[in-house]
Protein backbone atom coordinates (compact mmCIF):
# COMPACT_ATOMS: atom_id res chain seq x y z
CA UNK A 1 0.00 0.00 0.00
CA UNK A 2 1.00 3.43 -0.80
CA UNK A 3 -0.05 7.09 -1.18
CA UNK A 4 0.64 8.06 -4.72
CA UNK A 5 1.33 11.34 -5.76
CA UNK A 6 0.69 13.09 -9.27
CA UNK A 7 4.21 15.49 -9.71
CA UNK A 8 3.22 18.24 -12.46
CA UNK A 9 5.43 19.35 -14.56
CA UNK A 10 5.86 22.26 -16.94
CA UNK A 11 8.22 23.33 -19.57
CA UNK A 12 10.58 20.34 -18.07
CA UNK A 13 10.52 21.79 -14.87
CA UNK A 14 8.27 20.06 -12.17
CA UNK A 15 5.83 22.79 -10.74
CA UNK A 16 6.37 24.56 -7.69
CA UNK A 17 2.76 23.58 -6.85
CA UNK A 18 3.89 19.91 -7.08
CA UNK A 19 6.98 20.17 -4.74
CA UNK A 20 3.88 21.16 -1.99
CA UNK A 21 1.31 17.77 -2.93
CA UNK A 22 4.85 15.78 -3.02
CA UNK A 23 5.13 17.16 0.64
CA UNK A 24 1.31 16.93 1.83
CA UNK A 25 1.25 13.40 0.03
CA UNK A 26 4.36 12.58 2.11
CA UNK A 27 2.62 13.38 4.97
CA UNK A 28 -0.63 11.57 4.47
CA UNK A 29 1.82 8.63 3.79
CA UNK A 30 3.50 8.71 7.24
CA UNK A 31 -0.07 9.59 9.03
CA UNK A 32 -1.67 6.48 7.57
CA UNK A 33 1.55 4.20 7.85
CA UNK A 34 2.60 3.39 4.28
CA UNK A 35 4.73 4.59 1.78
CA UNK A 36 4.81 7.87 -0.40
CA UNK A 37 5.31 7.15 -3.88
CA UNK A 38 5.50 9.66 -6.66
CA UNK A 39 4.91 9.57 -10.97
CA UNK A 40 6.24 11.83 -13.31
CA UNK A 41 5.26 12.07 -16.77
CA UNK A 42 7.71 13.21 -19.90
CA UNK A 43 11.05 13.93 -19.83
CA UNK A 44 12.32 16.90 -17.37
CA UNK A 45 15.61 18.16 -16.31
CA UNK A 46 14.82 18.11 -12.38
CA UNK A 47 16.92 15.31 -10.22
CA UNK A 48 14.03 13.32 -9.11
CA UNK A 49 15.96 11.97 -6.10
CA UNK A 50 15.87 14.81 -4.48
CA UNK A 51 12.65 14.53 -4.13
CA UNK A 52 13.52 12.48 -1.03
CA UNK A 53 12.87 15.62 0.70
CA UNK A 54 9.43 16.08 0.79
CA UNK A 55 9.44 12.32 1.74
CA UNK A 56 8.56 10.84 -0.97
CA UNK A 57 10.94 7.38 -1.37
CA UNK A 58 10.18 6.11 -5.13
CA UNK A 59 9.60 8.44 -8.11
CA UNK A 60 8.29 6.98 -11.02
CA UNK A 61 8.42 7.94 -14.29
CA UNK A 62 7.67 7.33 -18.18
CA UNK A 63 10.31 9.26 -19.88
CA UNK A 64 8.82 10.06 -23.25
CA UNK A 65 8.24 13.50 -25.17
CA UNK A 66 4.83 12.60 -25.87
CA UNK A 67 3.61 13.22 -22.47
CA UNK A 68 5.19 16.71 -22.44
CA UNK A 69 1.82 17.92 -23.18
CA UNK A 70 -1.07 17.05 -21.04
CA UNK A 71 -3.74 15.05 -22.25
CA UNK A 72 -6.07 14.17 -19.69
CA UNK A 73 -7.33 10.50 -21.27
CA UNK A 74 -3.76 9.49 -21.90
CA UNK A 75 -2.57 10.69 -18.56
CA UNK A 76 -5.39 9.19 -16.75
CA UNK A 77 -4.61 5.52 -18.29
CA UNK A 78 -1.00 6.06 -17.28
CA UNK A 79 -1.42 6.70 -13.34
CA UNK A 80 -4.09 4.43 -13.06
CA UNK A 81 -1.75 1.83 -14.28
CA UNK A 82 0.80 3.05 -12.01
CA UNK A 83 -1.69 3.31 -8.73
CA UNK A 84 -3.01 -0.32 -9.62
CA UNK A 85 0.73 -1.80 -10.12
CA UNK A 86 1.80 -0.07 -6.24
CA UNK A 87 -1.42 -0.53 -5.10
CA UNK A 88 -1.88 3.03 -3.55
CA UNK A 89 -4.83 3.57 -1.80
CA UNK A 90 -4.57 7.59 -1.93
CA UNK A 91 -3.66 9.04 -4.91
CA UNK A 92 -2.62 13.16 -4.61
CA UNK A 93 -3.06 15.79 -7.13
CA UNK A 94 -2.11 19.56 -7.13
CA UNK A 95 -5.46 21.75 -7.68
CA UNK A 96 -4.42 23.00 -10.60
CA UNK A 97 -4.87 23.70 -14.10
CA UNK A 98 -4.10 20.19 -14.93
CA UNK A 99 -4.75 18.52 -11.62
CA UNK A 100 -8.58 19.80 -12.95
CA UNK A 101 -8.26 18.00 -15.73
CA UNK A 102 -6.67 14.58 -14.83
CA UNK A 103 -8.19 13.59 -11.12
CA UNK A 104 -11.86 13.51 -12.58
CA UNK A 105 -11.03 11.03 -14.66
CA UNK A 106 -9.23 9.34 -12.68
CA UNK A 107 -11.73 9.16 -10.08
CA UNK A 108 -14.03 7.42 -12.26
CA UNK A 109 -11.67 5.15 -13.83
CA UNK A 110 -10.77 3.84 -10.15
CA UNK A 111 -14.05 4.10 -8.66
CA UNK A 112 -12.38 6.46 -5.96
CA UNK A 113 -13.87 9.70 -4.46
CA UNK A 114 -12.21 12.91 -5.17
CA UNK A 115 -12.15 15.93 -3.11
CA UNK A 116 -10.68 19.07 -5.02
CA UNK A 117 -9.28 21.91 -3.65
CA UNK A 118 -8.37 20.15 0.26
CA UNK A 119 -6.60 22.99 2.57
CA UNK A 120 -5.31 20.73 5.24
CA UNK A 121 -4.29 17.02 5.60
CA UNK A 122 -7.19 14.47 5.79
CA UNK A 123 -8.47 13.71 9.67
CA UNK A 124 -8.33 9.84 9.66
CA UNK A 125 -9.40 9.06 12.96
CA UNK A 126 -12.60 7.88 11.87
CA UNK A 127 -13.17 7.51 8.11
CA UNK A 128 -11.17 9.50 6.01
CA UNK A 129 -12.34 13.53 6.13
CA UNK A 130 -10.86 16.35 3.81
CA UNK A 131 -11.71 19.80 4.74
CA UNK A 132 -11.75 21.39 1.34
CA UNK A 133 -12.81 25.10 0.07
CA UNK A 134 -16.18 25.64 -0.85
CA UNK A 135 -18.56 28.95 -1.31
CA UNK A 136 -15.43 30.63 -3.07
CA UNK A 137 -13.46 30.47 -0.10
CA UNK A 138 -16.38 31.62 2.20
CA UNK A 139 -16.63 28.21 4.09
CA UNK A 140 -15.01 24.88 4.47
CA UNK A 141 -16.74 21.75 3.89
CA UNK A 142 -15.42 18.40 5.73
CA UNK A 143 -15.71 15.82 3.24
CA UNK A 144 -15.47 12.14 3.99
CA UNK A 145 -14.34 9.89 1.28
CA UNK A 146 -16.21 6.32 1.52
CA UNK A 147 -14.45 4.34 -1.20
CA UNK A 148 -11.51 2.48 -0.54
CA UNK A 149 -9.28 4.41 -2.88
CA UNK A 150 -9.20 8.30 -2.11
CA UNK A 151 -7.65 11.38 -4.66
CA UNK A 152 -7.32 14.28 -3.39
CA UNK A 153 -6.46 17.61 -5.13
CA UNK A 154 -4.30 20.37 -3.12
CA UNK A 155 -5.19 24.04 -3.07
CA UNK A 156 -1.82 25.59 -4.46
CA UNK A 157 -0.25 27.45 -1.00
CA UNK A 158 -2.27 25.68 1.73
CA UNK A 159 0.23 23.37 3.08
CA UNK A 160 4.15 24.65 4.73
CA UNK A 161 6.56 21.78 3.53
CA UNK A 162 9.24 20.77 5.49
CA UNK A 163 11.90 19.34 4.28
CA UNK A 164 14.32 16.79 5.02
CA UNK A 165 17.84 15.09 2.87
CA UNK A 166 17.07 12.08 2.53
CA UNK A 167 17.20 10.70 -1.23
CA UNK A 168 14.45 9.13 -3.40
CA UNK A 169 14.81 6.44 -5.88
CA UNK A 170 14.20 6.57 -9.16
CA UNK A 171 12.56 3.98 -11.58
CA UNK A 172 10.97 3.96 -14.58
CA UNK A 173 7.32 2.91 -14.84
CA UNK A 174 7.02 0.24 -17.77
CA UNK A 175 3.47 0.80 -19.45
CA UNK A 176 2.12 1.63 -22.98
CA UNK A 177 1.36 5.29 -23.94
CA UNK A 178 -1.94 5.71 -25.81
CA UNK A 179 -2.50 8.13 -28.31
CA UNK A 180 -4.10 11.49 -27.44
CA UNK A 181 -6.91 12.24 -28.85
CA UNK A 182 -6.70 16.01 -28.41
CA UNK A 183 -4.23 17.24 -30.27
CA UNK A 184 -2.08 20.57 -28.97
CA UNK A 185 -1.20 22.66 -32.06
CA UNK A 186 0.67 25.96 -30.08
CA UNK A 187 1.18 27.24 -26.56
CA UNK A 188 1.60 30.90 -25.76
CA UNK A 189 3.06 31.63 -22.24
CA UNK A 190 3.87 34.57 -20.83
CA UNK A 191 7.27 34.63 -20.09
CA UNK A 192 9.67 35.61 -17.27
CA UNK A 193 7.06 35.81 -15.11
CA UNK A 194 5.72 33.01 -12.63
CA UNK A 195 1.96 32.31 -13.50
CA UNK A 196 -0.45 33.79 -11.16
CA UNK A 197 -1.41 31.01 -9.65
CA UNK A 198 1.48 30.27 -8.15
CA UNK A 199 2.73 33.22 -7.59
CA UNK A 200 3.63 33.99 -3.56
CA UNK A 201 3.45 38.07 -3.53
CA UNK A 202 0.52 39.30 -6.22
CA UNK A 203 0.28 43.34 -7.14
CA UNK A 204 -2.98 44.17 -8.16
CA UNK A 205 -4.89 46.57 -9.73
CA UNK A 206 -8.63 47.95 -9.76
CA UNK A 207 -10.84 50.38 -11.26
CA UNK A 208 -9.31 53.26 -8.83
CA UNK A 209 -6.21 53.68 -11.24
CA UNK A 210 -7.95 55.47 -13.56
CA UNK A 211 -6.55 54.13 -17.01
CA UNK A 212 -3.66 51.53 -18.32
CA UNK A 213 -1.18 54.47 -18.28
CA UNK A 214 -1.06 54.62 -14.43
CA UNK A 215 -0.04 50.87 -14.23
CA UNK A 216 3.50 51.46 -14.12
CA UNK A 217 2.66 51.85 -10.28
CA UNK A 218 1.66 48.11 -9.72
CA UNK A 219 4.73 46.96 -12.75
CA UNK A 220 6.75 48.86 -10.83
CA UNK A 221 6.10 47.24 -7.30
CA UNK A 222 5.62 44.28 -8.79
CA UNK A 223 8.62 43.71 -10.60
CA UNK A 224 10.95 44.79 -7.20
CA UNK A 225 8.98 42.39 -5.24
CA UNK A 226 9.49 39.99 -7.76
CA UNK A 227 5.58 39.35 -7.46
CA UNK A 228 3.30 38.64 -10.52
CA UNK A 229 0.58 41.39 -11.54
CA UNK A 230 -3.57 40.71 -11.29
CA UNK A 231 -6.20 43.01 -11.58
CA UNK A 232 -10.30 43.07 -10.91
CA UNK A 233 -12.89 42.23 -13.50
CA UNK A 234 -13.76 45.52 -14.86
CA UNK A 235 -10.53 46.18 -15.20
CA UNK A 236 -9.78 43.29 -17.55
CA UNK A 237 -13.24 43.72 -19.15
CA UNK A 238 -12.20 47.51 -20.43
CA UNK A 239 -9.04 46.02 -21.75
CA UNK A 240 -6.63 47.83 -19.43
CA UNK A 241 -5.32 44.22 -18.98
CA UNK A 242 -5.49 41.26 -20.09
CA UNK A 243 -7.75 38.57 -19.39
CA UNK A 244 -5.36 36.44 -17.61
CA UNK A 245 -4.76 38.89 -14.46
CA UNK A 246 -8.37 38.96 -13.56
CA UNK A 247 -9.01 37.54 -10.41
CA UNK A 248 -12.03 36.66 -8.35
CA UNK A 249 -15.40 34.85 -8.74
CA UNK A 250 -15.34 34.52 -11.93
CA UNK A 251 -11.48 34.79 -12.69
CA UNK A 252 -9.16 32.62 -10.94
CA UNK A 253 -8.84 31.92 -7.54
CA UNK A 254 -5.67 32.77 -5.94
CA UNK A 255 -3.62 32.25 -2.64
CA UNK A 256 -0.84 34.10 -2.15
CA UNK A 257 1.09 34.72 0.54
CA UNK A 258 0.62 38.52 0.02
CA UNK A 259 -2.04 40.28 -1.99
CA UNK A 260 -1.61 44.05 -2.67
CA UNK A 261 -4.72 45.80 -3.59
CA UNK A 262 -4.48 49.03 -5.42
CA UNK A 263 -7.80 51.12 -5.82
CA UNK A 264 -9.76 47.90 -5.71
CA UNK A 265 -13.00 48.33 -3.89
CA UNK A 266 -13.36 44.60 -2.32
CA UNK A 267 -17.07 44.07 -4.04
CA UNK A 268 -17.89 40.10 -2.52
CA UNK A 269 -17.54 38.78 -5.99
CA UNK A 270 -13.86 40.30 -5.92
CA UNK A 271 -12.56 38.75 -2.49
CA UNK A 272 -13.88 35.39 -3.14
CA UNK A 273 -11.12 34.70 -5.46
CA UNK A 274 -8.61 36.57 -3.09
CA UNK A 275 -9.62 35.80 0.66
CA UNK A 276 -7.61 32.69 0.68
CA UNK A 277 -4.25 34.83 0.58
CA UNK A 278 -2.34 35.12 4.15
CA UNK A 279 -1.81 38.96 4.01
CA UNK A 280 -4.08 41.35 2.63
CA UNK A 281 -3.04 44.81 2.07
CA UNK A 282 -5.17 47.53 0.43
CA UNK A 283 -4.50 51.31 -0.68
CA UNK A 284 -7.91 53.19 -1.14
CA UNK A 285 -9.02 56.68 -0.68
CA UNK A 286 -12.14 55.48 0.65
CA UNK A 287 -12.07 54.50 3.95
CA UNK A 288 -15.09 52.84 3.87
CA UNK A 289 -14.39 50.60 0.79
CA UNK A 290 -15.23 46.78 2.09
CA UNK A 291 -11.91 45.60 0.84
CA UNK A 292 -10.53 47.29 4.70
CA UNK A 293 -13.04 44.78 6.10
CA UNK A 294 -10.61 41.43 4.39
CA UNK A 295 -7.46 43.44 4.98
CA UNK A 296 -4.65 42.95 7.08
CA UNK A 297 -2.93 46.06 6.15
CA UNK A 298 -4.22 48.88 4.52
CA UNK A 299 -3.25 52.99 3.58
CA UNK A 300 -6.53 54.87 3.59
CA UNK A 301 -4.99 57.20 0.53
CA UNK A 302 -4.82 58.69 -3.02
CA UNK A 303 -2.78 55.74 -4.87
CA UNK A 304 -0.90 57.77 -7.18
CA UNK A 305 0.68 60.12 -3.98
CA UNK A 306 0.90 56.62 -1.77
CA UNK A 307 2.26 54.62 -4.67
CA UNK A 308 5.28 56.00 -5.51
CA UNK A 309 6.17 56.58 -1.79
CA UNK A 310 5.82 52.51 -0.82
CA UNK A 311 7.87 51.95 -4.22
CA UNK A 312 10.71 53.84 -3.03
CA UNK A 313 10.57 52.47 0.57
CA UNK A 314 10.40 49.35 -0.65
CA UNK A 315 13.59 50.25 -2.85
CA UNK A 316 15.06 51.82 0.43
CA UNK A 317 14.76 48.35 1.97
CA UNK A 318 16.19 46.25 -1.03
CA UNK A 319 19.26 48.91 -0.74
CA UNK A 320 18.10 49.77 -4.35
CA UNK A 321 18.32 53.52 -4.57
CA UNK B 1 -25.35 19.29 -34.46
CA UNK B 2 -26.76 18.32 -30.90
CA UNK B 3 -25.34 20.74 -28.13
CA UNK B 4 -25.46 19.79 -24.09
CA UNK B 5 -25.20 21.94 -21.46
CA UNK B 6 -25.05 21.12 -17.91
CA UNK B 7 -26.66 23.98 -15.70
CA UNK B 8 -26.52 24.04 -11.73
CA UNK B 9 -28.13 27.00 -9.63
CA UNK B 10 -25.73 28.42 -6.66
CA UNK B 11 -26.85 30.93 -4.44
CA UNK B 12 -26.68 34.55 -5.55
CA UNK B 13 -22.68 35.82 -5.33
CA UNK B 14 -23.69 37.85 -2.58
CA UNK B 15 -25.91 35.76 -0.89
CA UNK B 16 -24.24 35.76 2.94
CA UNK B 17 -23.00 32.21 3.44
CA UNK B 18 -24.31 30.05 6.59
CA UNK B 19 -24.83 26.76 7.79
CA UNK B 20 -27.97 24.91 9.64
CA UNK B 21 -28.94 21.78 11.62
CA UNK B 22 -25.33 21.44 13.44
CA UNK B 23 -22.97 22.73 10.59
CA UNK B 24 -24.07 20.15 8.34
CA UNK B 25 -26.52 22.24 5.66
CA UNK B 26 -26.26 25.35 3.67
CA UNK B 27 -28.81 28.12 4.88
CA UNK B 28 -30.90 28.08 2.00
CA UNK B 29 -33.88 30.21 3.75
CA UNK B 30 -34.55 33.65 1.70
CA UNK B 31 -31.48 32.81 -0.70
CA UNK B 32 -31.48 34.23 -3.97
CA UNK B 33 -30.70 31.03 -6.83
CA UNK B 34 -28.72 32.07 -9.84
CA UNK B 35 -27.21 29.75 -13.03
CA UNK B 36 -23.88 29.24 -12.34
CA UNK B 37 -22.22 32.31 -13.80
CA UNK B 38 -19.70 30.02 -15.59
CA UNK B 39 -22.60 27.72 -17.36
CA UNK B 40 -24.89 30.92 -17.99
CA UNK B 41 -22.63 33.47 -19.38
CA UNK B 42 -20.15 31.12 -20.92
CA UNK B 43 -21.45 27.12 -21.43
CA UNK B 44 -24.94 28.41 -22.44
CA UNK B 45 -24.08 31.86 -24.71
CA UNK B 46 -21.50 30.11 -26.64
CA UNK B 47 -23.96 27.25 -27.48
CA UNK B 48 -26.56 29.84 -28.27
CA UNK B 49 -23.61 31.53 -30.61
CA UNK B 50 -23.06 28.15 -31.98
CA UNK B 51 -26.72 27.80 -33.10
CA UNK B 52 -26.92 31.22 -34.52
CA UNK B 53 -24.28 30.40 -36.88
CA UNK B 54 -25.77 26.57 -37.68
CA UNK B 55 -30.02 26.95 -37.56
CA UNK B 56 -29.34 23.28 -37.42
CA UNK B 57 -28.18 22.98 -34.09
CA UNK B 58 -29.82 21.85 -31.19
CA UNK B 59 -29.64 23.23 -27.47
CA UNK B 60 -30.72 20.54 -24.57
CA UNK B 61 -29.89 21.66 -20.89
CA UNK B 62 -29.55 19.37 -18.15
CA UNK B 63 -29.64 20.00 -14.46
CA UNK B 64 -29.37 17.21 -11.62
CA UNK B 65 -31.87 18.97 -8.63
CA UNK B 66 -35.01 19.29 -6.94
CA UNK B 67 -38.33 20.96 -8.32
CA UNK B 68 -36.73 24.41 -6.90
CA UNK B 69 -34.05 24.45 -9.96
CA UNK B 70 -37.00 24.53 -12.33
CA UNK B 71 -36.81 28.77 -12.45
CA UNK B 72 -33.33 28.61 -13.30
CA UNK B 73 -33.93 25.98 -15.78
CA UNK B 74 -36.63 28.60 -17.29
CA UNK B 75 -34.16 31.21 -17.38
CA UNK B 76 -31.74 29.44 -18.96
CA UNK B 77 -34.47 28.10 -21.83
CA UNK B 78 -35.58 32.26 -22.09
CA UNK B 79 -31.52 32.60 -22.90
CA UNK B 80 -31.58 29.97 -25.52
CA UNK B 81 -31.44 26.52 -24.67
CA UNK B 82 -34.73 24.36 -26.77
CA UNK B 83 -35.48 22.19 -24.35
CA UNK B 84 -34.52 20.79 -21.06
CA UNK B 85 -34.03 17.66 -19.11
CA UNK B 86 -34.08 17.96 -15.02
CA UNK B 87 -33.01 14.68 -12.80
CA UNK B 88 -35.19 14.85 -9.68
CA UNK B 89 -32.33 14.15 -7.19
CA UNK B 90 -30.37 16.21 -5.17
CA UNK B 91 -26.77 15.26 -4.35
CA UNK B 92 -23.50 16.92 -3.45
CA UNK B 93 -21.64 13.91 -4.94
CA UNK B 94 -19.53 14.68 -8.02
CA UNK B 95 -19.62 11.18 -9.30
CA UNK B 96 -23.70 10.41 -8.55
CA UNK B 97 -24.21 14.02 -10.73
CA UNK B 98 -21.41 13.38 -13.38
CA UNK B 99 -23.24 9.39 -13.44
CA UNK B 100 -26.42 11.39 -14.03
CA UNK B 101 -25.62 13.63 -16.58
CA UNK B 102 -23.80 10.74 -18.62
CA UNK B 103 -26.84 8.57 -18.60
CA UNK B 104 -28.76 11.23 -20.26
CA UNK B 105 -26.02 12.79 -22.61
CA UNK B 106 -26.04 8.73 -23.40
CA UNK B 107 -28.83 8.37 -24.89
CA UNK B 108 -28.98 11.55 -26.61
CA UNK B 109 -25.69 11.18 -28.95
CA UNK B 110 -24.69 14.35 -28.46
CA UNK B 111 -21.45 16.36 -30.22
CA UNK B 112 -20.42 18.42 -27.63
CA UNK B 113 -21.43 18.26 -23.80
CA UNK B 114 -20.61 22.06 -22.15
CA UNK B 115 -19.89 22.70 -18.48
CA UNK B 116 -18.66 25.48 -16.77
CA UNK B 117 -15.53 25.50 -15.23
CA UNK B 118 -17.01 24.74 -11.44
CA UNK B 119 -19.57 25.27 -9.76
CA UNK B 120 -19.50 28.93 -7.07
CA UNK B 121 -20.30 26.80 -4.32
CA UNK B 122 -18.94 23.77 -3.94
CA UNK B 123 -16.46 24.43 -6.21
CA UNK B 124 -16.12 20.96 -7.46
CA UNK B 125 -14.27 21.34 -11.08
CA UNK B 126 -14.95 17.92 -11.55
CA UNK B 127 -18.28 17.31 -13.36
CA UNK B 128 -17.08 17.47 -16.76
CA UNK B 129 -13.79 15.16 -16.81
CA UNK B 130 -16.23 12.76 -14.95
CA UNK B 131 -18.42 13.18 -17.44
CA UNK B 132 -15.83 12.57 -20.58
CA UNK B 133 -14.50 9.37 -18.77
CA UNK B 134 -18.12 7.95 -18.20
CA UNK B 135 -18.63 8.45 -21.90
CA UNK B 136 -14.91 7.53 -22.67
CA UNK B 137 -14.84 11.04 -24.60
CA UNK B 138 -12.03 13.52 -24.40
CA UNK B 139 -11.94 16.46 -22.34
CA UNK B 140 -10.57 20.05 -23.07
CA UNK B 141 -11.10 21.81 -19.67
CA UNK B 142 -10.76 25.39 -18.55
CA UNK B 143 -11.71 26.14 -22.44
CA UNK B 144 -11.61 30.43 -23.04
CA UNK B 145 -12.29 29.77 -26.80
CA UNK B 146 -14.23 27.29 -28.76
CA UNK B 147 -14.95 27.07 -32.76
CA UNK B 148 -15.95 24.74 -35.25
CA UNK B 149 -14.11 23.43 -38.19
CA UNK B 150 -15.93 20.62 -39.67
CA UNK B 151 -16.08 18.02 -37.25
CA UNK B 152 -12.90 19.10 -35.48
CA UNK B 153 -13.08 21.91 -32.68
CA UNK B 154 -10.53 24.17 -32.29
CA UNK B 155 -10.61 24.67 -28.75
CA UNK B 156 -8.09 27.29 -26.67
CA UNK B 157 -7.78 26.14 -23.20
CA UNK B 158 -5.67 27.94 -19.77
CA UNK B 159 -2.51 26.38 -18.48
CA UNK B 160 -0.42 27.61 -16.25
CA UNK B 161 0.96 30.78 -17.37
CA UNK B 162 -0.82 30.76 -20.76
CA UNK B 163 -2.75 28.97 -22.99
CA UNK B 164 -2.89 26.44 -25.13
CA UNK B 165 -4.56 25.55 -28.63
CA UNK B 166 -5.46 22.50 -29.43
CA UNK B 167 -7.87 20.49 -32.15
CA UNK B 168 -10.31 17.23 -31.43
CA UNK B 169 -12.57 15.39 -33.47
CA UNK B 170 -16.23 15.65 -32.16
CA UNK B 171 -17.44 14.26 -29.82
CA UNK B 172 -15.88 16.09 -26.71
CA UNK B 173 -16.46 17.40 -23.62
CA UNK B 174 -15.62 20.96 -22.64
CA UNK B 175 -15.46 22.84 -19.96
CA UNK B 176 -15.89 26.54 -20.30
CA UNK B 177 -14.73 29.91 -18.91
CA UNK B 178 -14.29 33.66 -19.04
CA UNK B 179 -13.34 34.46 -22.71
CA UNK B 180 -15.69 31.72 -24.64
CA UNK B 181 -18.64 34.27 -24.93
CA UNK B 182 -20.03 37.69 -23.07
CA UNK B 183 -23.08 37.49 -20.71
CA UNK B 184 -26.36 38.17 -22.23
CA UNK B 185 -29.70 39.06 -20.79
CA UNK B 186 -32.93 37.36 -21.51
CA UNK B 187 -35.47 39.12 -23.43
CA UNK B 188 -39.43 39.18 -23.36
CA UNK B 189 -39.46 37.27 -26.40
CA UNK B 190 -37.11 34.77 -25.02
CA UNK B 191 -39.26 34.44 -21.35
CA UNK B 192 -42.14 34.27 -22.75
CA UNK B 193 -40.99 31.59 -25.30
CA UNK B 194 -39.31 29.85 -22.84
CA UNK B 195 -42.54 29.15 -21.20
CA UNK B 196 -43.97 26.59 -23.91
CA UNK B 197 -40.17 24.86 -24.27
CA UNK B 198 -40.07 21.34 -22.75
CA UNK B 199 -39.02 20.70 -19.75
CA UNK B 200 -39.00 17.02 -19.08
CA UNK B 201 -38.62 15.85 -15.39
CA UNK B 202 -36.83 12.26 -14.80
CA UNK B 203 -36.52 10.21 -12.03
CA UNK B 204 -32.64 9.78 -11.38
CA UNK B 205 -31.17 6.18 -11.99
CA UNK B 206 -29.59 4.37 -9.47
CA UNK B 207 -26.16 5.37 -9.34
CA UNK B 208 -23.28 5.20 -6.20
CA UNK B 209 -22.12 7.95 -4.50
CA UNK B 210 -18.26 8.42 -3.42
CA UNK B 211 -18.03 11.01 -1.26
CA UNK B 212 -20.66 13.01 1.66
CA UNK B 213 -20.24 16.25 3.35
CA UNK B 214 -19.55 15.67 7.62
CA UNK B 215 -19.88 19.02 7.76
CA UNK B 216 -19.23 23.16 7.18
CA UNK B 217 -17.35 25.72 8.91
CA UNK B 218 -16.49 29.33 8.73
CA UNK B 219 -13.08 30.62 8.16
CA UNK B 220 -11.53 32.58 11.36
CA UNK B 221 -12.89 35.95 11.53
CA UNK B 222 -9.80 38.49 10.34
CA UNK B 223 -8.17 40.01 13.23
CA UNK B 224 -8.88 43.71 11.85
CA UNK B 225 -7.30 46.02 9.38
CA UNK B 226 -4.10 47.25 10.90
CA UNK B 227 -4.33 51.14 8.98
CA UNK B 228 -0.95 53.21 8.31
CA UNK B 229 -0.87 56.82 7.85
CA UNK B 230 -0.77 58.28 4.10
CA UNK B 231 2.04 60.35 5.34
CA UNK B 232 3.84 57.21 6.30
CA UNK B 233 4.34 54.27 3.59
CA UNK B 234 7.70 53.27 5.05
CA UNK B 235 6.11 51.73 8.17
CA UNK B 236 3.46 49.71 5.39
CA UNK B 237 6.66 48.08 4.40
CA UNK B 238 8.66 48.14 7.46
CA UNK B 239 5.64 45.72 8.77
CA UNK B 240 5.02 43.71 5.71
CA UNK B 241 9.15 43.11 6.24
CA UNK B 242 9.47 42.80 9.66
CA UNK B 243 5.84 41.67 11.34
CA UNK B 244 4.05 40.15 8.54
CA UNK B 245 7.73 38.79 7.01
CA UNK B 246 6.04 38.43 3.41
CA UNK B 247 8.28 40.58 1.23
C1 LIG C 1 -21.75 37.39 -10.80
C2 LIG C 1 -20.65 38.39 -10.67
C3 LIG C 1 -19.32 37.95 -10.74
C4 LIG C 1 -18.27 38.86 -10.59
N1 LIG C 1 -16.99 38.38 -10.63
C5 LIG C 1 -15.96 39.24 -10.37
C6 LIG C 1 -14.61 38.78 -10.33
O1 LIG C 1 -14.33 37.60 -10.57
N2 LIG C 1 -13.62 39.66 -10.04
C7 LIG C 1 -13.86 40.98 -9.80
O2 LIG C 1 -12.92 41.74 -9.52
N3 LIG C 1 -15.13 41.46 -9.87
C8 LIG C 1 -16.17 40.63 -10.15
N4 LIG C 1 -17.45 41.12 -10.23
C9 LIG C 1 -17.62 42.59 -10.19
C10 LIG C 1 -17.62 43.15 -8.79
O3 LIG C 1 -18.93 43.10 -8.27
C11 LIG C 1 -17.13 44.62 -8.78
O4 LIG C 1 -17.94 45.36 -9.65
C12 LIG C 1 -15.68 44.80 -9.21
O5 LIG C 1 -14.85 43.94 -8.47
C13 LIG C 1 -15.24 46.23 -8.97
O6 LIG C 1 -13.94 46.45 -9.48
P1 LIG C 1 -13.01 47.61 -8.87
O7 LIG C 1 -12.90 47.43 -7.42
O8 LIG C 1 -11.76 47.61 -9.68
O9 LIG C 1 -13.78 48.93 -9.28
P2 LIG C 1 -14.71 49.91 -8.39
O10 LIG C 1 -15.79 49.18 -7.72
O11 LIG C 1 -15.05 51.03 -9.31
O12 LIG C 1 -13.74 50.43 -7.25
C14 LIG C 1 -12.68 51.29 -7.45
C15 LIG C 1 -12.08 51.56 -6.10
O13 LIG C 1 -10.95 52.41 -6.23
C16 LIG C 1 -10.96 53.40 -5.24
N5 LIG C 1 -10.23 54.56 -5.76
C17 LIG C 1 -10.64 55.46 -6.69
N6 LIG C 1 -9.67 56.35 -6.94
C18 LIG C 1 -8.63 56.02 -6.14
C19 LIG C 1 -7.35 56.59 -5.93
N7 LIG C 1 -6.93 57.67 -6.61
N8 LIG C 1 -6.55 56.00 -5.03
C20 LIG C 1 -6.95 54.90 -4.32
N9 LIG C 1 -8.14 54.35 -4.49
C21 LIG C 1 -8.98 54.89 -5.39
C22 LIG C 1 -12.42 53.69 -4.96
O14 LIG C 1 -12.58 54.19 -3.65
C23 LIG C 1 -13.04 52.29 -5.13
O15 LIG C 1 -13.07 51.59 -3.91
C24 LIG C 1 -18.52 40.24 -10.40
C25 LIG C 1 -19.85 40.68 -10.34
C26 LIG C 1 -20.91 39.78 -10.49
C27 LIG C 1 -22.31 40.28 -10.41
N1 LIG D 1 -26.38 19.49 -10.33
C1 LIG D 1 -25.88 19.73 -11.56
N2 LIG D 1 -26.65 19.59 -12.65
C2 LIG D 1 -26.16 19.82 -13.90
N3 LIG D 1 -24.91 20.21 -14.12
C3 LIG D 1 -24.09 20.37 -13.07
C4 LIG D 1 -24.53 20.14 -11.73
N4 LIG D 1 -23.49 20.39 -10.91
C5 LIG D 1 -22.46 20.77 -11.69
N5 LIG D 1 -22.81 20.77 -13.00
C6 LIG D 1 -22.00 21.16 -14.16
O1 LIG D 1 -20.64 20.84 -13.93
C7 LIG D 1 -19.85 22.03 -13.87
C8 LIG D 1 -18.73 21.86 -12.87
O2 LIG D 1 -19.28 21.63 -11.60
P1 LIG D 1 -18.43 21.13 -10.35
O3 LIG D 1 -17.58 20.02 -10.82
O4 LIG D 1 -19.45 20.72 -9.35
O5 LIG D 1 -17.64 22.35 -9.91
C9 LIG D 1 -20.83 23.14 -13.58
O6 LIG D 1 -20.33 24.39 -14.03
C10 LIG D 1 -22.06 22.66 -14.36
O7 LIG D 1 -21.92 22.95 -15.74
Redesign the pocket.
Known amino acids: MSVLIFLDQADNNIKKSSFEAAGYGAAIAKQIGVAAEAIVLGTVNDDLTTLGQYGVTKVHTVKNDALNNVDAQVFTKIIADAATAIGATVIVFSNNFNGKAIAPRLSVRLKAGLVSGAVALPDTTSGFIVKKNVFSGKAFANVSINTAIKIISLNPNSFSVATTSAMAEVIEFATTITDAKVKVTSTDKVVGEVPLSEAEIVVSG ?5 GPENWGLVTELAKLLGATTAC ?4 ADIGWRPHHE ?6 LAIAPNLYFA ?9 L ?2 VNRSKTIVV ?4 SE ?1 P ?1 FKAADYGIV ?4 EVMPKIIDAVKKMKGIS | MKILVCISKTPD ?1 TAKIAFADNNTKFAADGVQWIIN ?1 YDEWYALVRAIELKEADAATAIHLVTVGLADTDPIIRKALALGGDEAIRINADSHDSYYIASQIASIAKEGNYDLVFTGKETIDYNGSSIGGMVAELLDLPYVSLATKFTLEGTNAIIIREIEGGEETCKVQLPVVVSCQKGMAEQRIPNMKGIMGARSKPLKVVEPAAMDTFTSIASFDLPPAKAGVKLVSADNPEELVRLLHEEAKVI
Open positions: GRGLKSRPVHVGQTGIGISGAIQHAGINKDAFGDAF | TP
